[in-house]
Each structure stands twice: as structure tokens, then as C-alpha cells.
């Protein structure tokens, strides 16, 4: 007689499951707190810098008009400009006029190329100049000889507040070091930092002469405009107007956006990091569930056996590591939001505001909803397999039928693994094609990780050295025997090392760049804003002191009028015509020649008009003038060889043919130019001169620029080497910031690192245990553990360093154009200190089984 | 009285590649509602296999297993884990307990797989009549093989299963102990009138069984009532 059977179709009983969850979990406290972690620090990364990115934009919006300093700064080369719509308006005005000028330190009879500021006005009208002390910002203003001095340049030339410097005829008392003011970025403080003077005594320096290249800024404050008064409409109305009379503008809209664009970058690489650190949490969610599963496979089959059904068994797991995954990222988000505190310290040199320190809900919950989803997206893959756990574990200890598999399920979560690594890298990066990219990238590494550990099991397996004593036998075999770790340890190691020394080897190719061009047979010395008349007076100078003349160059500047007829207001028309804006808008700086020199190479065309009888050139006379561009510039503005340019020289029209295009190495300390005329044009036009010379040390320098700035006070001088300490600097805040940053990924990963390895140690404790049984003695046992992890851990580590290579060299080649060097000490000590951990950690973790009596450890460890 | 359990011409191979292995050929017996069952034979024979494929625990390459008058054979895992959570008791020689439960909570799975009320009385009451309530909040590794074999024992009744399956009970335990659990598992199996399947190579146990069936080779060599007879 056969019974028909039928299985009550019963919900899931989610208490009995949530039970279940709690009574595993509670004693295997230390094993989940490992799996935990992970996504602590890996939230925890990504609140605090989605947090601080949060802030940092919403402080960029609310302090916008701090970034201004005023409603409209208007700004030009001529000190007449009028712009009669604002002039009409309620308005306050403060003046502000800058140039480039050297100025002397009698303190220490040095001088220095700074970018003076002569102000006049209660300038800035919205956030204020940061000074110290902070009262000089208000007393440099009272009506006497005081200047505000850029800070860099104080600590630079040793003076302090109180210190007298002169600027031509003029001699100011320091009354406040100049820490930042608006309008002021880290890049224009490079070359010339700032100093501010009353403009009351611009005049008696007698340094603004008929020619002088001045900047004349105003800045507007309006009073009670009218409601329906919008600046940035009235600028764009007025804007030919504005662009004919040579004005330029800025409104707080625009900076507010301007300054938003800069900090895109920032904000990108930050996202990166947060994205690195989460992703590596995820390899340490996966990792450590993997190991976790592996040991519960009997439990399962246990509970089989008591007649749970496979969707039972896996939700019990599944409730246990999303719950645990909540926890993690709840944590993460409270640590986040503190460590979100440190951020604005950190990068405090490069923010343009001030950055609050408020909640971000968005960022908080976001975190937390993250931290929760990727817990159970990358455990699903290991816990999958409990459903198939047979009951008949109980009876033979192994599930029988060898390997599993892949199915429709399994291939299912890779699916989702994939759109979600593609995902929220397009949320945190914001491009598709790279995140695409991105995501192809972490894909290869983990794929060439794989075949790298399969590669290894296989060589070992294949090439095992029977000769070989016990220890190391036993040890090598570990690798390749049933629950080896190989392929979870190098995957989660070895990915961990790969990104984190990626980070570093690009870190040192990017400061090794500016290393080389301070190279010591480079030019370092650059006299410019030499008149005509004084150019052989300062040459013979140098010559005298010993110092070569590496180039001594005329520059004329002028602006582009039309392209084959075309000007600008035709090309803005008429959407047909390909020409970009950008050339007509800029101010050229042209030299004159009739060679290349050896930082330029002729791409296309010719310099001079061919002798003969030359097709091209049939229909120009002989004295038609052929300027040469750069070529890459050529390309992105649309323009060709024979095309007619039309040049503005101060005033002046000449006619020129694009007659040849030249590739320029723009990294030489020298200077080069986009256009080149020939000799013979524009000898007669207004120009200056800029000698290059190279001093053979600081002392010879400042000699040298002494003597110049006395005799010809007009003349500044850019001491490259100066400008370089600056950079270096500032590479070192950013380098600083990117090791704090790379701190998140690092932690992360030795996290993976321990809980891998700890993980693992579950793996051997029954053999280790027998072995010990069997008497082994503490040494063999320690030996055999010790060179299991050192295989372990060198094939991981140097797995990473190889990938971290590739991608490197790969990113040295295709973005920064530059060629990778592998320094060989940092690859060592990266190995060294990789392959140390995982050996150290494993013998701490070993140390248990190692001390205690066998029976105890199998009663307390296997479970 | 009915049979609990039908077994007809099971055959159970392992194929590994082009090779395959018979354990169990053609093997068919049947028990009644009440009876006391021993299988042995020496390590290999095809013992365990065969407890496994008649408690529902595998599945056989061809044959047939009823029991309770459910037929295994055409049963998915999830419907085969119902039946043994329905009618089936287990006791194994390595005892099996969750080594995350405590004693108590161990007894009460079967129970609160079923979805009962009142269980944990249930449960104190089992464990009170193995004589370990007071250890009930004890987790398995804070208790010595006798004691642990004990809560399995409980475990297995708690469901107050049909038949019980037990696979070499007394193997990893003393002589001592070994008697007393003896003594408590057919006690129990008396008071609760379930059907008692044992694997085991204890001769001396199997006789205490009303039939025994020796396997070798995958085979039955002989199922005897002789021995039966010789028992008592």
C-alpha cells in the first residue's frame, strides 16, 4: 500500500528561524565579529567620505558669496574700463590692482617674485582675508606703509610679522602673514604668491610704468537691488559688449560652479577610495562566509536530518548575515560619521570654504541600506550551498558526489555581483564608460588572482619534490589538498596588496615627474619683463657672472582677430562654422624665430616659404608671413595648414598662413610657445624679453637676483627651484591626503588579511591535532603551519605586486603618459611586509593548538 | 500488525568516472509496526548505506523504499526531510548534536520544526528521563560521550517518531557506558512502542533485537530468525 505525500505548503517560520540564527550565532561570536568588521570599515570609509563630499558641496553652495568676496568682480588690462549698466546701480566698490613684481627682504638681502595687490575699499564684502594675527586684516588698512605678506613666503625668507620688505621705491612693515583670501587658488600662489599693500602707495613704488602689465580688478558690492534684478542675465545680455571692451566677469554663481568643477576631481578620487575600501569589504564578506559556511555544512545536515528543509537551513544562514550585515553597517555609518570629523582637517589646505560638520542622513542611510545589501549579495554565493548540504553527512562526514556544480542560481548572483559593482561605481564615479571600465578592471584581477592560485596547486600537485623533508612536504601539500585556502587567500590578499600598492607605486610616479624636470643640468632661472633696451645690459650680467644664456626670447602679445575671414561674433552665430571660441577669447604669447629649438619638432607644413616653384604657395607672394602652431591645438580647433589667421598686435593687424604645426615637450623648464612667428614681423611691436639661464646653487641665485632687482626694479625673476620646494610641498599635503586615504583601503585589508587567515586555521586544526597525536612534536607542527602561511602569503603578495605592476604600467601609459620604473625596495618591502603578516597572524591563531593538550583543543575548536 | 517499512530489491551504486561500485545489490526485507530490527556485518558490507537509503537520507539507484506506507523513491529532498521529521528518529554513533545548542534546545528542534506548543516541557521532561536535567543548559562539548549520546537519544524521541534508526549507538562509547545506553534506548523504544532499526557490528547488541539481517558484500547474507529464536 502506498500513501500519497504530500508537504504542507507552511510559511516560513521566521521565529523559529530568527531563533536558530541567534543560538548559531551566539558561539561563533569571534568568527562572525571578523566577518563584521569588514563591513565596518568598509561602510564606515564610505559614510565618512560621502558625508564629508555632502558638506562640502553644501557648504560651497552656502558660502558662495564668501568664495566671491563680492556680488561681480570685473577685471581687465586697461585701468579705464567702465561697464555703465553697474556704475548706475546702488553699489559699493572696492579696487584692486595686481602685477608681477620682485620684492626685497633687507632683513636678509633677498628678493622674490610675489603678485602684488594693491587694494583700495572694504574688499571682501562677503567672508573676509584670513590673516595672522587676525587683527592685521583690519589694521593693514589704516592709511601707513603695512602689507600682508602670503605665508609660505614668510616661512620661506624667515621674516616675521613686524619685518620690513620693499617693493620698488617703497619700504612696508609686515603686519600680518596672509593665510588665504578670496579669489586666491594654490596654483597662482605657486609662481607668485600674493601680497597685499594700501593702494594709497602704489604710486611711490613708481613700479607701474606706460606698458606695465597690470590687472585691474573691482569688486561689487550691490545695495538693495531691485527684485528682479538677476546678475548673471544682465552679464549674459551685455556679454559682446562686455567681451569688445576687453572685460572680463565672474559672478557668484559662476565661481560657486567653477569652484564645484575643481572639487569634482577631489570628489571623484574620494568616491574611488570609498569604493575601493567597500569592495575590498565585500572580497572580506565573501571570503569570510565562504570559511564560515564550509564549517556549518554539518550543522546543516544535522538540522536535514531532524527534517529541516533546505530553504530552512538557508534562511537561518541567510537571516544570520543580514542581520549581522545591519549591525556591521550600522556601525559603520556612527563610525563614519565621526571619522567624517577628521576629514575638513585633512584636506583643510585645498577647500575653498569651510567645511561644517553635520549630519548626512542621505549619506548615513544610504551606508547603512549599502552595508546591508552588499552583506547578503556576497554571502549568497557561498550560501547557496547549504541547500544542497545531504543529510548523509551525518552518516559518512563528507558530502558525497564530489564538487558541485555551478547552477542557474549561482550564475544568477555572479549576474547581480556584476551589475552591482558596475552600479554603484557609476553612482560613485558618475560615468558609465567607466565604471564599465572599472568594474572590466576588478573582473581581469580577480580572474588573473584565480588562475594564478589554480596555476600554483597545479604546479605543485604536478612538480611535487618527494625528496623533500616532511615539513616542507607536508606544507607544500596543504596547498593543493581538500580545504586548502589557496584560492581564498591569494584572491582576498592578493587583491588587497594589488590595489593598495597600485596606489602607491602611482603616488611615486607622479612625484618622481616633477623630480625630473628639477634635473640638474635643467635650466632653473627665468628673468623675464626685460624691455628691449635692457636685454644686452642683462645678458652681459650674466655672462659676467659666469652663468650661460640658454635662451634669451622676445615675446609680443596680441590676439587672434578671424580665422579665413571668420571672426568671433560669426563663429558664435553661425552654429555651422567649426571654429572654437577659446582661440579668439585668449591672449597670445608669441615669440619670433626662424628654427625650432629642441623641445619642438615639426609635425606638418614648413617654416619658410619652399624656394621654387611650390604648388601650395603659387598664389602668395614671397612676403606673405607663415606662423607655426602647435599641432595637437590645431587638431582640437578645427583649423588646417594655408589657413588665413589674422592677428590683433596691440592694435596692429598682420595677416598671417598656418604654414606649419610643431609637437612641443611642454614638461621642459623653458619657454614655449603655441604660436611661432617669423623674424622679420613684429620686431617693431611692443614687447618684453624673458632670459633662461641655470645657477649652479641657491647661493648663486640669490646673488644674481639681487644684483638685477637693484639695478632694473621693472625685472622679475622665477627661481624654478623655489617654485619647486612650493610644489614639493604641496605634493607632500597631497600625498598625505592619499595615504590617509589609502589608510581606509589598507586597514580594510589587512582586515580580509586576518580574517582569512583566521578562517583558515579551522581548516588544519583537526590534522594539526592529529598530529600532534601522533607525535608530532611542537616544532614540526609550528615549521609546517609557518611555511604553509609563507607560501601562502608570498604567492598572494607577489600575485598583488605583479598586478599592481600591470595596472601601473598601464595607467603610467595611457593617463599620465609617463613610463613606469618599478623601484625595487618598495616591492620588497611590500612583499616582505605582506607575506610577515599572514605568517605572524597564522601563529598567532596556530598558537592554541600548539599549547594545548590535543583532546581540549578538539573539544573547544571543532564544532 | 502492518508493516512500518518495505524494502524491495534496493540496489545502490557509485559511479566515479567510467568506474562504478555496487554496495548494495538487490537487497528487499520488510518490518512491522512495533519490531526490533538489527543490521550487521563488517566495515564496508553495505550497512550504513542501507540504514541510510531505508531512514530516507539517500537515494537508491533502483529499488524501492516504503515506509509508513510513504514510498521514498519518488520523494524530492524537501519532501523526504517532512517524512523523517513526521515519523523517523535518529541516533548516530557520533551522536550529531548542534554544537551551538545547549542540551534543551537540541531536543526541542524536531519539536519546533513541527511548529508544537508546550515543547519545552516536553523536552525537560526527556531530558529529566535521561537523567540530565539538570544539564540542560550544557552545550555539547561541556558534556562526555555517554552524556551527549544521552541528549541524542531524547532528541530522537522527542518527535515520538514511528521508527527509530540507530547507527552503531554504543560505537564510540565504553563498555559501561555503552550497556547503559543500551538499556535506555530499548526502554524508551519499549515505552513508546516505536520500531527500532540498528546498524551495528556488536553481535551481542544485535541479539537483543528481535531479527537481524547480515549483510556481506552488498548482500543479505542471511536474515535470521534463528537468532531470534536463540534470544529468547
Known amino acids: ?863 | 500488525m502492518s508493516n512500518i517499512l518495505e524494502v524491495s530489491n534496493l540496489t545502490k551504486t557509485y559511479s566515479s568516472g567510467t568506474k562504478s561500485l555496487t554496495v548494495l545489490s538487490d537487497i528487499s526485507f520488510s518490518i512491522q509496526s512495533g519490531d526490533k530490527l538489527s543490521i550487521v556485518g563488517s566495515s564496508g558490507s553495505g550497512k550504513t548505506t542501507l540504514l541510510g537509503l531505508c531512514a530516507g537520507l539517500d537515494r537508491a539507484t533502483s529499488g524501492s523504499v516504503i515506509l509508513n506506507g510513504i514510498s521514498l523513491d519518488n520523494l524530492n529532498e524537501d519532501e523526504r526531510a517532512y517524512v523523517r521529521n513526521q515519523h523517523v528518529g535518529f541516533v548516530f554513533q557520533n551522536f550529531q548534536l548542534l554544537p551551538t545548542l545547549t542540551a534543551l534546545e537540541n531536543i526541542m528542534v524536531p519539536m519546533e520544526l513541527r511548529r508544537e506548543k508546550g515543547i519545552k516541557k516536553r523536552a525537560l521532561e526527556l531530558l529529566d528521563r535521561v537523567g540530565l536535567a539538570e544539564r540542560h543548559d550544557h552545550y555539547p562539548t561541556q558534556l562526555s560521550g555517554g552524556e551527549q549520546q544521552r541528549i541524542s537519544i531524547a532528541r530522537a524521541f522527542s518527535n515520538n517518531p514511528q521508527i527509530l534508526f540507530a547507527d552503531e549507538p554504543t560505537g564510540n562509547l565504553d563498555e559501561e557506558t555503552s550497556e547503559k545506553i543500551e538499556h535506555l534506548l530499548f526502554d524508551l523504544n519499549r515505552e513508546s512502542g516505536t520500531t527500532l532499526v540498528l546498524v551495528t557490528h556488536d553481535l551481542d547488541l544485535a541479539r537483543k533485537t528481535d531479527r537481524i539481517i547480515r549483510l556481506k558484500g552488498g548482500m543479505v547474507q542471511q536474515a535470521s530468525d534463528e537468532m531470534v529464536a536463540e534470544n529468547g
Open chain 1, 1 to 863: 500500500m502506498d500513501k500519497k505525500i504530500s508537504v504542507p505548503d507552511q510559511k516560513v517560520a521566521w521565529r523559529w528561524i530568527f531563533l536558530m540564527a541567534w543560538r548559531d550565532a551566539r558561539k561563533s561570536k569571534s568568527r562572525l565579529f571578523l566577518f563584521i568588521s569588514s563591513i565596518i570599515i568598509g561602510i564606515a570609509a564610505l559614510v565618512a567620505i560621502n558625508s564629508f563630499s555632502d558638506n562640502l558641496q553644501s557648504d560651497i553652495n552656502s558660502q558662495a558669496n564668501e568664495l566671491l568676496g563680492a556680488d561681480l568682480e570685473l577685471a581687465s588690462n586697461d585701468s579705464t574700463f567702465k561697464y555703465p549698466v553697474i556704475e548706475a546701480m546702488d553699489h559699493v566698490v572696492s579696487y584692486e590692482n595686481s602685477f608681477a613684481s620682485m620684492i626685497f627682504f633687507p632683513k636678509n638681502q633677498e628678493s622674490r617674485l610675489v603678485d602684488v595687490r594693491a587694494l583700495e575699499g572694504a574688499f571682501p564684502y562677503y567672508g573676509k582675508i584670513e590673516t595672522e594675527p587676525i587683527s592685521a586684516e583690519a589694521s593693514f588698512r589704516d592709511g601707513k606703509r603695512k602689507a600682508l605678506v602670503d605665508q609660505s613666503v614668510m616661512v620661506q625668507y624667515n621674516v616675521e610679522v613686524g619685518d620690513s620688505i620693499r617693493i620698488g621705491r617703497v619700504m612696508f612693515k609686515i603686519e600680518g602673514s596672509l593665510i588665504s583670501s578670496p579669489s586666491q587658488s594654490i596654483g597662482a600662489t605657486l609662481v607668485a604668491p600674493a601680497v597685499y599693500i594700501p593702494m594709497d602707495y602704489l604710486d611711490d613704488t613708481e613700479l607701474i610704468q606706460k606698458g606695465s602689465r597690470v590687472y585691474y580688478r573691482r569688486f561689487y558690492k550691490f545695495l538693495d537691488p531691485p527684485n528682479d534684478f538677476d546678475i548673471d542675465e544682465q552679464i549674459r545680455t551685455d556679454s559682446d559688449s562686455l567681451r569688445a571692451a576687453k572685460i572680463s566677469s565672474e559672478t557668484i554663481r559662476e565661481r560657486k560652479e567653477d569652484t564645484g568643477d575643481t572639487f569634482e576631481d577631489l570628489a571623484d578620487f574620494l568616491n574611488l577610495v570609498a569604493f575601493v575600501a567597500l569592495l575590498l569589504g565585500c572580497v572580506g564578506v565573501a571570503s569570510a562566509v565562504h570559511i564560515y559556511i564550509k564549517e556549518k555544512i554539518r550543522l546543516v545536515a544535522i538540522l536535514r536530518c531532524l527534517g529541516a528543509s533546505g530553504r530552512d537551513a538557508f534562511y537561518i544562514y541567510l537571516t544570520q548575515i543580514g542581520l549581522l550585515g545591519l549591525i556591521g553597517s550600522i556601525l559603520g555609518a556612527i563610525a563614519g560619521t565621526f571619522i567624517q570629523t577628521v576629514l575638513p582637517k585633512i584636506f583643510s589646505d585645498f577647500l575653498p570654504v569651510d567645511v561644517t560638520i553635520a549630519l548626512s542622513w542621505t549619506s548615513i542611510l544610504g551606508g547603512i541600506l549599502t552595508g546591508f545589501f552588499v552583506s547578503i549579495l556576497f554571502a549568497l554565493s557561498p550560501l547557496i550551498s547549504v541547500r544542497r548540504a545531504s543529510p548523509l553527512i551525518t552518516l559518512r562526514g563528507i558530502q558525497e558526489g564530489g564538487k558541485l556544480k555551478l547552477d542557474r542560481v549561482q550564475w544568477l548572483i555572479y549576474g547581480c555581483i556584476f551589475l552591482f559593482v558596475i552600479g554603484f561605481a557609476f553612482i560613485q564615479i558618475g560615468s558609465l564608460g567607466d565604471s564599465l571600465v572599472f568594474t572590466l578592471f576588478i573582473g581581469l584581477a580577480f580572474g588573473f588572482l584565480a588562475l594564478i592560485a589554480k596555476i600554483s596547486m597545479w604546479l605543485v600537485k604536478r612538480f611535487f619534490p618527494d625528496s623533500w623533508s616532511y615539513v616542507w612536504r607536508q606544507s607544500l601539500a596543504n596547498l593543493h589538498r581538500p580545504n586548502n585556502q589557496t584560492l581564498v587567500l591569494i584572491s582576498s590578499i592578493g587583491l588587497g596588496t594589488a590595489l593598495i600598492t597600485t596606489l602607491y607605486f602611482i603616488q611615486t610616479l607622479l612625484i618622481n615627474e616633477v623630480e625630473i624636470t628639477t634635473n640638474n643640468d635643467r635650466p632653473n632661472l627665468m628673468i623675464f619683463d626685460i624691455q628691449s633696451h635692457q636685454v644686452n645690459e642683462i645678458n652681459d650680467l650674466a655672462l659676467e657672472r659666469g652663468l650661460p644664456i640658454l635662451q634669451s626670447v622676445p615675446i609680443v602679445t596680441m590676439r587672434l582677430s578671424s580665422v579665413n575671414g571668420i571672426t568671433y561674433k560669426q563663429a558664435l552665430e553661425d552654429t555651422s562654422i567649426n571654429l572654437r571660441g577659446g582661440m579668439f577669447r585668449r591672449e597670445w604669447r608669441v615669440t619670433y624665430r626662424d628654427s625650432l629649438i629642441d623641445s619642438e619638432e615639426l609635425a606638418s607644413g614648413t617654416l619658410t616659404i619652399p624656394e621654387g616653384n611650390s604648388e601650395e604657395y603659387k598664389d602668395y607672394s614671397k612676403d606673405a608671413v607663415l606662423v607655426s602652431l602647435e599641432d595637437d591645438y590645431v587638431k582640437r580647433n578645427n583649423l588646417e595648414l594655408m589657413d588665413t589667421l589674422v592677428w590683433d598686435v596691440q592694435g596692429v593687424p598682420i595677416t598671417t598662413i598656418l604654414g606649419s604645426t610643431r609637437e612641443i615637450d611642454w614638461q621642459r623648464v623653458q619657454t614655449n610657445f603655441l604660436a611661432l612667428f617669423p623674424t622679420g614681423v613684429l620686431e617693431q611691436a611692443p614687447q618684453f624679453h624673458v632670459l633662461i639661464t641655470r645657477v649652479k646653487s641657491t647661493e648663486e641665485g640669490a646673488l644674481f637676483q639681487r644684483e638685477i632687482v637693484k639695478d632694473y626694479p621693472n625685472v622679475s625673476v622665477i627661481d624654478v627651484g623655489l617654485i619647486l620646494n612650493t610644489l614639493d610641498d604641496i605634493l607632500d599635503k597631497i600625498a598625505f591626503v592619499i595615504r590617509f586615504m589609502a589608510l581606509f583601503s589598507i586597514i580594510t585589508g589587512l582586515l580580509v588579511l586576518i580574517s582569512s587567515v583566521i578562517l583558515s586555521k579551522f581548516q588544519r586544526i583537526k590534522e594539526s591535532v592529529l598530529l600532534r597525536t601522533m607525535g608530532g612534536s611542537r616544532q614540526q607542527i609550528l615549521s609546517i603551519n609557518s611555511l604553509e602561511y609563507f607560501f601562502l602569503g608570498s604567492l598572494a603578495s607577489l600575485s598583488g605586486i605583479l598586478l599592481a605592476m600591470l595596472g601601473s604600467w598601464g595607467l603610467a601609459y595611457y593617463s599620465f603618459d609617463s613610463t613606469f620604473v618599478p623601484n625595487i625596495l618598495p616591492i620588497v618591502a611590500v612583499y616582505l611586509i605582506i607575506t610577515g603578516l599572514t605568517i605572524v597572524i597564522g601563529l598567532l591563531n596556530s598558537r592554541g593548538i600548539i599549547s594545548k593538550p590535543p583532546l581540549e583543543v578538539l573539544r573547544n575548536e571543532i564544532q
